[in-house]
Nanobody
Framework: QVQMVESGGGLVQAGGSLRLSCTAS?????????????MAWFRQAPGKEHEGVSC????????AYGDSVKGRFTISRDNAKKMLYLQMDNLKPEDTAMYYC??????????????????WGQGAQVTVSS
């Protein structure tokens, strides 16, 4: 059974930084491994739909960012450790949301729809105060 657990969320002042981590397990149970999937971070603020934040291809060779986080957030992955990361710098109050790690089958359009997500993490709250 695939499990993904986020950590590293919390409360930070505007301009501060946080680093989210996602620990994945159980991927081989479905016949595929962690490094067979494109991985992504989505976020959801209260009353809003899921928003694609960033995604990274299986090898790390392709990366995409949403316009609202470009230049401030950095995604990375460690396939040997089955870990996904999101370094968030210069945080703004509008970054406040629940952040989810997600596994997708393809990199193409990876930020455009949460409907393409195969597996979701449980979420980590990020709150940025002004």
């Amino acid at each position: 059974q695939v499990q993904m657990v986020e950590s590293g969320g919390g409360l930070v002042q505007a301009g501060g930084s946080l680093r989210l981590s996602c620990t994945a397990s159980g991927f081989s149970d479905d016949g595929f491994d962690f490094d067979d999937y494109t991985m992504a971070w989505f976020r959801q603020a209260p009353g809003k739909e899921h928003e694609g934040v960033s995604c990274i291809s299986w090898s790390g060779g392709h990366i995409a960012y949403g316009d609202s986080v470009k230049g401030r957030f950095t995604i990375s992955r460690d396939n040997a450790k089955k870990m996904l990361y999101l370094q968030m710098d210069n945080l703004k109050p509008e970054d406040t949301a629940m952040y989810y790690c997600a596994a997708l089958e393809a990199f193409d359009n990876c930020l455009e729809s949460s409907e393409d997500v195969v597996y979701w993490g449980q979420g980590a709250q990020v709150t940025v105060s002004s």
